[in-house]
């Protein structure tokens, strides 16, 4: 591994690669092989037995990926990294290798909707159970916590609704208890928040976001001390198997050069977006992190950089009504997934959340009326201009 780079407008280039062990090739050759060959029989025995280092077979290490997962570890500032074939490997492998059955986890109250219903199979099938925490304060984590609990589970920002849950605030809960803090990380990229800084344990990814930025790949990342992710390596991802592809590890790289300057012209643009919004008569409740107004601005300003590129935000009325409002886009894509070059918009309520029970979704504050926007890297005018028009169209509707 390349040596520490501390800026990490640097280390998205150059961590985790060193050109002159891969005949001086400046991009990351793709190592597209399932298997190693050993020199001799006593060799593939030493290899299986961990007494040398070396390439076995791609499921358990891969050339490609592993300069992905040295890469992710840098930039989370992490001591190591693993990367998965979806973010869902991800949750699930870092969720399974932390518990058993009779254990308790507490989430955060509001998560990705594949998530949430993890939650709930391991709980109707492996007995690990889960409650749900608004994290507010340090009062109610506290209050939650069992001899039991083996992981306190955190989304933030929270998919789609934008709330911001302070990091600090759980570690310190979780620390007396000496229980493991996982953060999802997805929605701001190691670029503009960082929860292995403020005493987190493992940081989970959809790298199918921002870390790949074009839209092209699905895959995970978790980060975090070597202790947790070896553990996790050796069972859950070893195991269960949802490994990257090598190729896919590869696009990832390539994401992750420009991740800093495309993070920027996104927080960019979704701060021009949320203030037009907010400022259109027909447009409620527009939640950005970024903006001034946000009922977390002051976390926000804690612990990440800048805002973000998503933003939710409430149209006054019926989800048909709603849903004509997404029709008459026509730049925006109607799309899930987030973080892309180009702008996409959803419906959380029958999409990415549909299959949270509706009480449940109503808790969390997702609404028939909420939309989530993820603002893409196009001129910020052209986005407005789209949204304006098809807000007009709603007004006239
Ligand atoms: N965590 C978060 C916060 C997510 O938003 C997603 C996917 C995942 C984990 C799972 O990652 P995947 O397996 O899809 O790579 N979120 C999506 C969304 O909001 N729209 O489409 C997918």
Not at 73 to 95: I, K, Q, R, T, Y
Not at 345 to 374: F, W
Request: charged share 20%.
């Amino acid at each position: 591994m390349a040596k520490s780079l501390k800026n990490m407008e640097t280390a998205v280039i150059h961590a985790g690669y060193n050109a002159k062990d891969h005949a001086g090739s400046l991009a990351t050759p793709i190592y597209q092989t399932s298997t190693f060959i050993f020199d001799n029989a006593e060799q593939g025995e030493r290899r299986f037995a961990g007494e040398e280092e070396g390439y076995i077979y791609s499921r358990l290490g891969n050339p490609t990926v592993r300069a992905l997962e040295e890469r992710m570890a840098e930039l989370e500032d992490a001591e190591a990294a693993l990367a998965f074939s979806s973010g869902m490997a991800a949750v699930s492998a870092v969720l399974l290798a932390m518990t058993k059955a009779e254990d308790h986890i507490i989430c955060s109250q509001g998560v990705y909707g594949c998530t949430f219903s993890l939650l709930e199979w391991m709980e109707a099938n492996h007995q690990i159970s889960f409650e749900l925490c608004a994290m507010e304060t340090e009062e109610q984590i506290q209050q939650m916590i069992r001899p039991d609990t083996a992981c306190i589970y955190v989304e933030t920002p929270i998919n789609p609704t934008m709330k911001l849950i302070d990091l600090e605030m759980v570690t310190q809960a979780a620390s007396q208890h000496g229980i493991p803090v996982v953060v999802d990380n997805t929605f701001s990229s190691p670029y503009l928040q960082r929860p292995l800084t403020t005493g987190c344990d493992v940081v989970v990814h959809s790298a199918t976001k921002y870390i790949s930025g074009h839209g092209d790949v699905v895959a995970g990342i978790a980060a975090g001390s070597s202790k947790w992710i070896n553990q996790i390596a050796q069972s859950t991802l070893k195991d269960i198997g949802g490994v990257i592809s090598p190729f896919d590890a590869w696009l990832l790289l390539r994401g992750l050069k420009t991740l800093p300057i495309r993070m920027d012209r996104h927080c960019e643009n979704a701060a021009y977006i949320a203030q037009q919004l907010k400022k259109h008569s027909l447009v409620q409740n527009v939640h950005y992190p970024g903006d001034q107004d946000h009922a977390d601005y002051r976390i926000m300003k804690k612990q990440m950089k800048k805002g973000g590129g998503l933003i939710s935000f409430e149209l006054d009325g019926t989800k048909e009504q709603v849903q004509k409002f997404l029709n008459e886009l026509s730049l925006i894509r109607i799309a899930v997934s987030l973080g892309d070059a180009e702008t996409l918009i959803q419906h959380p309520a029958t999409m990415t959340h549909s299959a949270v029970p509706e009480e449940m979704r109503s808790k969390m504050g997702i609404t028939d009326q909420l939309i989530r926007l993820s603002v893409g890297l196009e001129a910020k005018q052209d986005i407005w201009q789209d949204l304006e028009r098809a807000l007009n169209a709603f007004q006239k509707g």
